[in-house]
C-alpha cells in the first residue's frame, strides 16, 4: 500500500511538472488576449459612427481620434451629429479634427463648432469668459443630418399629419445619392396643433436640428415661423394655405404652388396677344391673389381685360353676368368660385347661346360636378391646385401608400416635396442654418419674396387640363399629340 501510495504521488508530480508549460502558455495567451484591441480604428463612416454608439472608454475614444485624423470633414459632422453625452471625450477630438478642414469661406460653420468646442472644454469656455448657459443659447449642437418634424399627433389634424410625416420621410430618402449618410427626421408632436405645445417642440429640436418642417394649418404654422426666423432656422411650411407665411422672413419657406404661379401658368395656356377677356368671381373671391394674378398675367400676355365683375356668393342666377359676357365680347372667361356656382353659370351661357373658352382652378373639374353637368364642360380649362410629382417619384408615394392601405394624397405630395427639398440642399453640402436656406431660397424675385420653394429641380410640375371629348387631357401632353 505505501508503495501504491508513493508511486501515485510521483505520478502527480510529474502530471503537474508537464502542466506547467501548457498553464504559462495559456496564461501568456489570456493576457495577450485581454491587452489587445477591443476595436480597430475605423475604416469608414458608418464604422466610426458605430464605434460612436458604443460604451464611453479611453480606448474607443482614442480609435475615433485616431480615425477622425485622417476622415474627411463630412463624416465628421456626420458622428458630430449625436449628443454630446455620447461621444463623450471623443466629442473634442472630433471638433478639432472638423474645425481643421472647414474651409475660409465657410464662417458659419466655423463659428458653429467653436461654439461647441468650447462647450465641450468648460476650461477653455471659462477662460474665454463663457459661461454654460450663455454657450447653450448659442444652440451649436444641432446638425443638417437632422431635420425637425413638428406636426399635430392628436385630434381632428392628427390622421393628415401621418400623411404628411410619411411624404417627408420618402421626400428625405429620395433626396439623398446612394452612399451618402442619411438625413433623419426628429419627430415632436404639436397635440393638436396647440401654441404652446409647439413653441416648446420648436425649442427642442432647435437644438439637434439645422432645419424643420411644420405645421399643418396656418395659424400655428404662423407662430412657429415667427419663432423660427427669431432662432434662424430654415422652416418649410408644407401644408399651410396663407401665402403670407412665406414672407415673415428670410429663412421661412412654403411648398405652394403659389396662386401667382397657377395664375401664369393658367395665362399662358389660355391668352394670346389681343385677347378679350372677361373676369368673373364671387364675392368670397373677389380679391383673392388667384384672380388678381391672374389679370397681371394674362395683361402681361397682351391680352386685353374687358371686363372685371363680382357676383354675391351663392348665386345662381348668372342672367346678368351671362349678358355682360355676350355685350363685352369676351372670347375668354377666368372665374373662380364654388363649383355649384359654375353649374349655373354654365347652364346661362348655354341657354344664352354665348360662345366663350371658360377658364379658372381646380373647382372646374369635372369630378366636381354631377354626371348631367359634365356635358357642359366640354373645353373648359383649369390649372391644378397642387403640384404633380414625376412618376419615379408619384411610384414610390403610391408604393407608400398602398402599404399604408390608403391612397396617395396632395398631402402625401406636400410632405414628400418639404422633405426631398431639404435633402437635396444636405446633398448639395448644405451643412449650417443659413446654408441651408441660402440652397432653398428660389432665384425667382416674387417666389423668393414669397418663400416659395423652386420644386422644379425635383421633376414636380403644375398641370393645366381641358376637357376634350369628356376626358381631362393635360395641354402640354394634347399639343405634343398635335404636332
Known amino acids: 500500500m505505501r508503495a501504491g501510495a508513493a508511486g501515485g504521488s510521483r505520478l502527480r508530480a510529474a502530471a503537474a511538472r508537464a502542466a506547467g508549460p501548457a498553464l504559462a502558455l495559456a496564461l501568456a495567451a489570456f493576457a495577450t488576449a485581454d491587452a489587445a484591441p477591443r476595436w480597430p480604428v475605423p475604416q469608414d463612416r458608418a464604422g466610426a459612427d458605430h464605434l460612436a454608439t458604443l460604451p464611453e472608454s479611453g480606448e474607443r475614444d482614442d480609435r475615433l481620434a485616431s480615425w477622425a485624423r485622417n476622415a474627411s ?56 469668459g463663457l459661461p454654460p448657459e450663455a454657450l447653450e443659447l448659442r444652440r451649436c449642437g444641432a446638425s443638417a443630418f437632422r431635420v425637425g418634424v413638428l406636426l399635430p399627433d392628436r385630434g381632428d389634424y392628427a390622421g393628415y399629419a401621418s400623411e404628411v410625416r410619411a411624404g417627408i420621410d420618402v421626400g428625405l430618402r429620395a433626396g439623398t445619392p446612394p452612399g451618402a449618410p442619411l438625413p433623419e427626421s426628429e419627430f415632436h408632436g404639436t397635440g393638436d396643433g396647440d401654441a404652446a405645445i409647439g413653441a416648446a417642440a420648436l425649442d427642442s429640436v432647435s437644438r439637434t436640428c439645422d432645419a424643420v418642417i411644420g405645421e399643418l394649418l396656418s395659424v400655428p404654422t404662423t407662430a412657429l415661423a415667427a419663432a423660427a426666423r427669431v432662432y434662424g432656422l430654415p422652416l418649410v411650411s408644407p401644408t399651410a394655405t396663407d401665402e403670407g407665411i412665406g414672407g415673415i422672413g428670410p429663412t421661412i419657406f412654403q411648398v405652394g404652388p403659389s396662386s401667382a404661379l397657377r395664375a401664369r401658368a393658367l395665362a399662358r395656356a389660355v391668352v394670346r396677344p389681343g385677347l378679350r377677356v372677361g373676369i368673373l368671381t364671387s364675392s368670397a373671391n373677389g380679391r383673392a391673389p388667384f384672380v388678381d394674378a391672374f389679370a397681371a398675367a394674362a395683361e402681361s400676355l397682351g391680352a386685353k381685360l374687358v371686363r372685371r365683375d363680382v357676383y354675391p356668393a351663392g348665386t345662381i342666377d348668372f342672367h346678368l353676368a351671362s349678358r355682360s359676357v355676350r355685350t363685352f365680347g369676351a372670347e375668354v372667361l377666368f372665374w373662380d368660385g364654388e363649383s355649384r356656382e359654375a353649374d349655373g353659370l354654365l ?18 373639374a369635372p369630378e366636381q360636378f354631377h354626371t348631367t353637368s359634365r356635358s357642359l364642360l366640354e373645353g373648359v380649362t383649369w390649372v391644378a391646385d397642387d403640384w404633380v410629382l414625376a412618376p419615379t417619384d408619384a411610384a414610390r408615394l403610391d408604393s407608400l401608400a398602398r402599404a399604408r392601405g390608403d391612397k396617395p394624397g396632395p398631402l402625401a405630395v406636400r410632405g414628400y416635396l418639404a422633405g426631398r427639398r431639404i435633402a437635396d440642399a444636405i446633398a448639395a453640402g448644405a451643412r449650417t442654418p443659413g446654408e441651408i436656406a441660402a440652397h432653398l431660397r428660389p432665384a425667382e424675385a416674387g417666389a423668393r419674396t414669397a418663400g416659395f420653394l423652386d420644386v422644379a429641380p425635383d421633376g414636380a410640375t403644375l398641370p393645366v387640363y381641358t376637357l ?11 399639343a405634343a399629340r398635335d404636332q
Open 73 to 128: 470633414l463630412d463624416d465628421v459632422l456626420w458622428v458630430l451629429r449625436r449628443e454630446p453625452a455620447q461621444l463623450g471625450r471623443a466629442e473634442s477630438a472630433l471638433l478639432a479634427a472638423a474645425l481643421k478642414r472647414v474651409p475660409p469661406a465657410r464662417a458659419e460653420l466655423r463659428r458653429q463648432l467653436e461654439v461647441r468646442a468650447l462647450r465641450a472644454d468648460p476650461r477653455a469656455a471659462r477662460r474665454a
Open 347 to 364: 347652364r346661362q351661357l348655354a341657354a344664352d347661346g354665348v360662345s366663350v373658352r371658360l377658364c379658372g382652378g381646380a373647382a372646374l
Open 468 to 478: 376634350n371629348r369628356g376626358h381631362a387631357v393635360e395641354l402640354g401632353t394634347r
